[in-house]
Every structure is written in structure tokens, then in C-alpha cells.
């Protein structure tokens, strides 16, 4: 059975940084793609970053040039460097894995708080 563990979130002052982790565990599980979701208080889940098999990477036009999607497949885990950040960063953000055989696994969320 695979699950996912998310750690990394916190409290920082704005302009500062953290970076998540998301990582799978289960011997079975073979990682192709992975994103990132956050949900503010009152809103709707938003996604923020994707990256591919290849280690392409997309984003969300509010995070780009801020936040930075990297992957380690030895561990099967993604990471999520947000740098910069601010005050509406403010989320509960989730991972998302995409496995070889197109299973979906969520992780349990983080909370990530920037607020002076």
C-alpha cells in the first residue's frame, strides 16, 4: 500500500523560505509525475506546480519565479522550494504522485503560514 508523507511546512515572515517534501512510500510504487495543490481558508484547491517523468516542470503564473518543483526518483519523493514568499502563499498545500501505472496518491497536507 502506498502513502505519502508530507513535512516542510511552518511559520516564516514574508520574504522568507521553506521548502516541502513529499515522499512515497511502498516498495511497489515506480513515481512518473508529480504536482502540488494549496488551499487557502474560504477557497477552492489551486494548483501550483507540476513536474513530469522527464523532470519538466510547469507553474502557476502567482508562484513563477518563486517556487521551484524538484524530484529525487531513488527516493520517490518531490520536493517544493518557495522562496520569496508572501502573506497570500498562506495554504494548506498537497502533493499529488502520479505512479507508472496511473494510481493517484494524495498526500495529507501541510500547513504553510507567512505572516509577519
Known amino acids: 500500500q502506498v502513502q505519502l508523507v508530507e513535512s516542510g511546512g511552518g511559520l516564516v515572515q514574508p520574504g522568507e523560505s521553506l521548502r516541502l517534501s513529499c515522499a512515497a512510500s511502498g516498495s511497489a510504487f515506480s513515481m512518473n509525475a508529480g504536482a502540488w495543490y494549496r488551499q487557502a481558508p474560504g477557497k477552492e484547491r489551486e494548483w501550483v506546480a507540476r513536474i513530469g517523468s522527464s523532470g519538466s516542470t510547469v507553474y502557476a503564473d502567482s508562484v513563477k519565479g518563486r517556487f521551484t518543483t524538484s524530484r529525487d526518483d531513488a527516493k520517490n519523493t518531490v520536493y517544493l522550494q518557495m522562496n520569496s514568499l508572501k502573506p497570500e502563499d498562506t495554504a494548506v498545500y498537497y502533493c499529488?504522485?502520479?505512479?507508472?501505472?496511473?494510481?493517484?496518491?494524495w498526500g495529507q497536507g501541510t500547513q504553510v503560514t507567512v505572516s509577519s
Open positions: 499529488k504522485l502520479v505512479d507508472r501505472y496511473a494510481g493517484v496518491y
